[in-house]
């Protein structure tokens, strides 16, 4: 498919490169150029998660009163299919593969499965149900969950978090107005504003009540503050406070003015039609889609309002058919960020820099570039138009994550004529605006500035753990690492600020948090390549430490890993079995110092080279992606194939390059 492969002439050439790196190499190109994609040329993997989203595409389903359709049941059966492969020995479902089965997925599940028509007798249900009350039972379930569950009279709406739509009426001067959540959480939480303020009620199939999982003794309910909440002890405290607001506002229902809640509810639905404009379904992610699909319902509009068709024909296209398995549904698409990695992968591992398969991925990475203000716009009202989403189309959250990513490998293609122009304008428009997104304290967040107001956290509905998007230290490394690509270093005060801000977050072992991958590798990683890139030198007591912990926690196989759980357990932190992707991370905080001749690099190698299949690619079966700490995971699948490739291109650009070590030229 690719004849420019076989030509030996399409490769930069160098003297010294190992050959058994060199030809882990090439087959490593030849498999991931064989996945882009013939009609445009971007790159886009299976996004996988747990299985809550296929129990909430159930639940859609049946509250939209469409599991009669013969259309319909059977996705329901395919969906319910899945989720019962997913099931573990203990009977529950987890939230990260290979990880403890966890009360909210694996309640979701065995409801979902219930409301397919499964016999609560089923012997995979029982399992479910022994599971459920050794997790601590129904009352342990998350907000969220509580919700769906009051949307057809299973749960008191009383021990539901209040989501009062007069929210938006908050100006955005105001200490507590929707821009300071995150994004994502607007995108969550207006729609259900929307239908906690109609609390509708759908209605029941025979088999899909709970009462089982009510044995003798327990309540119907709890209220909001009570046994999940676990609110501290002691006078005063903010999440007690939001606690006793949240029953000073149910109190409230039905009594104060008509016409603030008729005018907080236009608000609302106005916020919410106009976000589902230039994008594939409201912020382009499952919940935001699923909630939008549930307020339209509420509002009383018919099933063919045009905004319901939409989003749930977005919603759709998430399913994967696995066959005789079922589906699976993905939380949403990642064609920016896969596409622009996998452009840096190859040039990087030594594809000519105007091979027409980068061309082609750069011009479709131009043509989605945003240049409509966003939500973003609110909070830094003078920063230029640019940037890119996550997904194919999601024109009101630019992230600063993928921007800085794009921004990497455009520079990596070479390109003419009127193609270049476009490259470099578009190139100074995003890098201007990442500029203007830098947060007062230094660093940068995933979609806003200074969106980092600690007592958001404490409000009732907020046990997603994502109400608010501080900077981290993942990104603001990886906007770093542009910075040093056109110069920058520590003599800008933006680089200043950034830099101390980095070194305030490392951890007292050396290691980095990790906000948007496993964990403390990723971070890790990412906070050496920041700094050396914008010229700190490697011998810095920061960096040295970093590497000290690296070296601390490899594996005896050459590899590195680290798994999910430590979000809630620090110090499981690199402990996990090696992974190509985790393993790739470690190595290239150490090429970014220029390490080359160590016995840690030499071990890494080993490992990604054992460990490649015949194909070219690896097999990965931990999640090494993170959506919302502690709640929510991803698996991207290329992760395990672009990430190595990257590694042994910058090792072997190294050796050819041993001169210029610590400083990595990165322009073509």
């Known amino acids: 498919m690719f004849p420019s492969l076989e030509n030996p002439s399409s490769f930069v050439e160098g003297d010294g490169i190992d050959w058994e790196i060199k030809e ?17 040329g971007h790159w886009v993997a299976d996004l996988r998660a747990d299985t809550t989203l296929e129990s909430d595409m159930i639940m859609l389903y049946v509250l939209l009163g469409w599991e009669d359709r013969p259309a319909v049941r059977e996705k329901i059966r395919r969906l319910a299919a899945w989720i019962l492969t997913q099931q573990q020995e203990d009977g529950g479902w987890w939230t990260f593969r290979n990880g403890a089965s966890e009360i909210s997925a694996t309640f979701k599940a065995y409801w979902a499965l219930k409301l397919a028509g499964y016999s609560a007798q089923d012997s995979r249900l029982v399992k479910a149900r022994e599971c459920i009350f050794r997790l601590g039972g129904i009352h342990k379930v998350n907000s969220y969950t509580k919700f769906y569950l009051a949307l057809f009279g299973l749960y008191d709406w009383a021990g539901v978090p209040a989501i009062p739509p007069e929210i938006m009426l908050f100006p955005n001067w105001f200490y507590f107005h929707i821009f300071e959540m995150s994004s994502w959480t607007r995108g969550i939480v207006i729609p259900l504003s929307i239908v906690w303020s109609q609390r509708p009620k759908a209605p029941l199939p025979e088999n899909g009540g709970i009462d089982e999982l009510f044995p003798e003794g327990t309540p119907a309910w709890i209220p909001v503050g009570g046994e999940h909440l676990n609110p501290p002890e002691g006078f005063f405290s903010w999440r007690k406070l939001f606690i006793e607001l949240d029953a000073f506002i149910k109190d409230m229902e039905g009594i104060g003015p008509y016409f603030i ?13 106009e976000h589902n404009e230039h994008s594939d379904g409201l912020a382009a992610i499952f919940p935001a889609m699923l909630n939008t699909i549930l307020a339209i319902k509420a509002l009383g509009y018919p099933d ?19 066959g005789e398995d079922g589906l699976e549904v993905q939380p949403c698409f990642s064609p920016i960020w896969d596409t622009a990695i996998s452009v840096l992968a190859l040039a990087e591992s030594g594809l000519r820099a105007d091979h027409s398969a980068l061309v082609r991925a750069t011009r479709w990475m131009l043509d989605r570039e ?60 995003g890098l201007n605006w990442l500029l203007s997104m830098q947060s007062s304290d230094g660093g940068w967040a995933a979609f806003d500035v200074d969106n980092s107001k600690w007592i958001f956290t404490q409000i009732p509905f907020a046990d997603h753990n994502a109400m608010i998007d501080p ?21 800008y005060p933006c680089v200043q600020r950034a830099v101390e801000f980095l070194k305030r977050e490392q951890e007292a072992d050396g290691s980095w948090y990790g906000r948007w991958g496993v964990n403390y590798l990723y971070g890790t990683w990412q906070a050496v390549r920041g700094l050396t890139c914008i010229g700190e030198n490697p011998r810095d007591p920061a960096i040295q430490n970093a590497l000290a912990w690296l070296r601390s926690v490899q594996q005896p196989d050459g590899g590195w890993g680290e798994r999910c759980d430590t979000y809630d357990d620090p110090s499981r932190k690199g402990l996990g079995p090696s992974t190509p992707s985790q393993t790739a991370w470690a190595l290239m905080a150490f090429l970014s110092c220029g390490i080359l001749d160590d016995p840690a690099v030499e071990k890494g190698l080993y490992y990604l080279l054992s460990t490649q299949r015949p194909d070219g690619t690896w097999d990965e079966t931990e999640f090494t992606g993170t959506g919302f700490p502690k709640v929510f995971y991803l698996e991207y699948t290329y992760y395990r194939h672009y990430f190595p490739l990257l590694a042994l291109g910058m090792y072997q650009r190294m050796t050819r390059h041993s001169s210029s070590r610590t400083k990595e030229p990165l322009f073509t």
């Open 24 to 40: 882990a190499s090439l087959r490593a190109q030849r498999w991931l150029l064989d996945k882009q994609k013939v009609e445009d």
């Open 261 to 273: 809640r008729t005018w907080s509810l236009r608000k609302a639905e106005r916020w919410m039609l």
């Open 304 to 322: 063919d309002h045009p905004v319901l068709q939409k989003n749930l024909r977005e919603l759709e296209k998430f399913f994967i058919d696995r």
């Open 370 to 429: 945003i240049k409509i203000p966003g939500d973003w716009r609110v909070k830094n009202t003078t920063g230029p138009l640019g940037g890119w989403a996550f997904e194919y189309e999601n024109a009101f959250y630019p992230d600063i994550d993928d921007t800085a990513m794009v921004l990497l490998a455009l520079r990596r293609v070479k390109l003419e004529g009127p193609l270049a122009q476009a490259r470099e304008k578009a190139f100074l428009r």
């Open 471 to 491: 900077p981290t230290a993942d990104i603001t490394a990886r906007v770093l690492e542009v910075l040093g690509l056109v110069g920058y270093d520590r003599s």
